[in-house]
């Protein structure tokens, strides 16, 4: 069975940092493109960062030189530090797992966790 488990969210305040965890089961982890999206309600999910297999990472503008997300294939885990943080960091954290053939909604989602900056 495939699994995807984050771990790590909490509260913080702003300017503070926290590191999420996603642990990966039941897919050929190195293969896959991992990614971390957010949501808050009332709005679309949205990309955050995705690492490839070969180690290529993408951030969405807003996160650029506060967010950096790694892997470790031995572990099977994708991390994402968020240093930094702000009010408008505040959402629940998704990691995605696909193969580039596959479309992001069809591929592996986690149960999310939740990321609180705040005062």
């Known amino acids: 069975q495939v699994q995807l488990v984050e771990s790590g969210g909490g509260l913080v305040q702003p300017g503070g940092s926290l590191r999420l965890s996603c642990a990966a089961s039941?897919?050929?982890?190195?293969?896959?493109?991992m990614g971390w999206y957010r949501q808050t309600p009332g709005k679309q999910r949205e990309l955050v960062a995705f690492?490839?297999?070969?180690?290529?990472?993408t951030y969405v503008d807003s996160v650029k030189g506060r967010f950096t997300i790694s892997r470790d294939n031995a572990k099977n885990t994708v991390y994402l530090q968020m240093n930094s943080l702000k009010s408008e960091d505040t959402a629940v954290y998704y990691c995605?797992?696909?193969?580039?053939?596959?479309?992001?909604?069809?591929?592996?989602w986690g149960q999310g966790t939740q990321v609180t900056v705040s005062s």
């Open positions: 690492i490839t297999d070969g180690g290529g990472t």
């Open positions: 039941g897919i050929m982890f190195s293969i896959y493109v």
């Open positions: 995605n797992a696909r193969l580039p053939s596959m479309l992001v909604r069809d591929a592996y």
